[in-house]
């Protein structure tokens, strides 16, 4: 870890760039039809959905005092795209009022809606039970899968680095990852920081004059499109030569993040590049890239310029890209927590700039529902790419190493099926030094694969994701936090109904579980063939008890006294440990029944015997 950038980082995260605008948001109505059911250890919040809304905010407040936003502590947006909300995060006995608000844009809530009252409830000795009941025979809908278009990387050039960290070689490795991201579970692009940075040797000056140098972006790509993976080109960070500030920097590795000290220059450099590309891969390859103008310049810890410099950044870039050739897709703002989407669409409206897509980011929460945001705009048609997203926007946070941020990669997902076109977890591999590179192999690292290739939680949540069938399948539930703290999603191949259930609160400070969040689920498939054999496959905290592994790496690692790294023998104990159990079970009748800690996953599958 680097301690320098760290404490810089820490410094600056949190503060939003100019927040102004010209422009203005519509008075939402608040939400109707609001209610609040107190169950054991949560309360359930629901409420009918509001036009122009990306989002709402729970509010919560005691029978006497004032209503302030839930915090489920994720370190980014509260918000939330839709009901229901569960909140754990109160205290079982207590009397609470709720209300909800519209948001039509994160920085802004609309007035609070009519209030309502629930008391969580105390834990007793039975568990609760929560009925989810699949239809197996529906005609159903196609299975949207977010995460298949897209992931997160460390920067590329990392792919030719000789370099090692914990004894084993960055770039061998972080290929290795992207590999399975591509073969295992079928990812298509990855996007990833500064292409432009100053290792790939892109843009130098010489007298004072221009040199371009595209050899090392060629052997980046050529790697990249080897793997059968295409790049999301992220245009930044700012050469050296062509920074009106090279002093301002950011991340261990020095990114710059000034403006450009000539708008002229920069654009040649954007238009050369993407020509480049067009020459040597095809246009017909390239017209399957997109081009993102920077990153989360809302925030001044990687913009050192104002909002008004960076739409002329946007601007330049963006008539850049399409004077190559105006198929070409380019799009951003690619911001932090969900920020300056209609600042960007408002203003490409006014200067008639192109938007073929919004890119934006956050962690902690599912990504909001940002369609409202294009059609006030008039960008409907414009596609919608989290290209960042994740539990936490923490660094070094143990829950990036928890079967917590498995399954919660699971409730995101499922949440933005249908509404967005690439959900991009941050990042394949924990070969990442942002802020310095790992000091340890379980250091709470963003990566859903470890240093030497061993999957974490979050990667075995997309394995089973991967392993749903290609038809949507209609759940109905009933119970205890039903469809709030317990989800499901069904599907349907030829000759297998696959239904992955999972219980999980967005609350972090439950983050290592809680014993009355506990539920009971007894699924039942009333059609499905009573003779198909079903197995199920678990993702479950703790090491595990019986043969197979229960995917929780930290507790396997815990378990066999890893230190900082492992030794060679407890590498191979961690790779033969670092797999889900699956096992058969019994049905009676048309139901399974089955205990789900909080947080946890199962995958049953019903197949021909």
Known sequence: MDSDAKSDWDARISVRSDEAREFGFPDLDPPKEVTAVGGVGQVTIDWSPVPGAVGYLVLRGLEDGPLEPVDHHSGDVLPVPAPPYVDTTCTPGTAYRYAVASVPEVTVAGRASEVVGAVPLLACDEVPVVQVRVDATAEGVGLPKPWTPMVGSERLSQLLCTDLTGGRPIGVELEQALRRMHDELGVRTVRAHAIFHDDTRVYTEVDGEPVLDFSVVDAIYDKLLGIGLRPVVELGFMPRDLAADPSRTVFAYGAIISPPRSYERWAELVRALVQHLVDRYGLDEVLGWDFEVWNEANLEVFWSGTKAEWMRLYDVSAAAVKSVDPRLAVGGPSSAAAGWVDDLLAHAASVGSPVDFVSTHTYGS????????????????????????????????????????????????????????????????????????????LHGGFGLQTVGGLPKPRY?????????????????????????????????????????????????????????????????????????????????????????????????????????????????????????????????GDRITLTLPMPSAVLIELRPS
Not at 388 to 402: L, R
Not at 505 to 519: S, V, W
């Open 366 to 441: 599912p990504p909001l529902d940002v369609r409202a945001s294009l059609d006030r705009h008039g960008f409907g048609a414009a596609r919608i790419l989290w290209t960042e997203w994740g539990v936490t926007p923490t660094h070094f946070n143990p829950v990036n190493d928890s079967v917590f941020s498995g399954v919660f990669l699971l409730r995101g997902m499922k949440s933005a099926a249908g509404r967005v076109d690439a959900l991009a977890y941050w990042v394949a591999s924990d070969h990442f030094e942002e802020l310095g590179r790992p000091p340890r192999l």
């Open 460 to 588: 075995h949540a997309l394995s089973l994701l991967s392993r749903l069938g290609p038809v949507e399948l209609p759940v109905t539930f009933d119970g205890d936090g039903a469809n709030s703290l317990v989800e499901a999603w069904a599907s349907r191949d030829r000759d297998r109904v696959a239904v992955l259930l999972w219980n999980l609160t967005l609350d972090q400070t439950k983050a290592n579980g809680d014993e009355a969040l506990t539920r009971t689920i007894e699924l039942s498939l009333p059609d499905a063939d009573p003779d198909w054999t079903a197995t199920a496959t678990y993702l479950t905290p703790g090491p595990a008890e019986a043969a197979g592994g229960s995917g929780d790496l930290a507790a396997e690692a815990t378990a066999l006294g890893v230190g900082d790294w492992p030794t060679d023998e407890q590498w191979k104990q961690l790779a033969a440990r670092a797999v889900l159990r699956s096992e058969r079970l019994a049905r009676a």
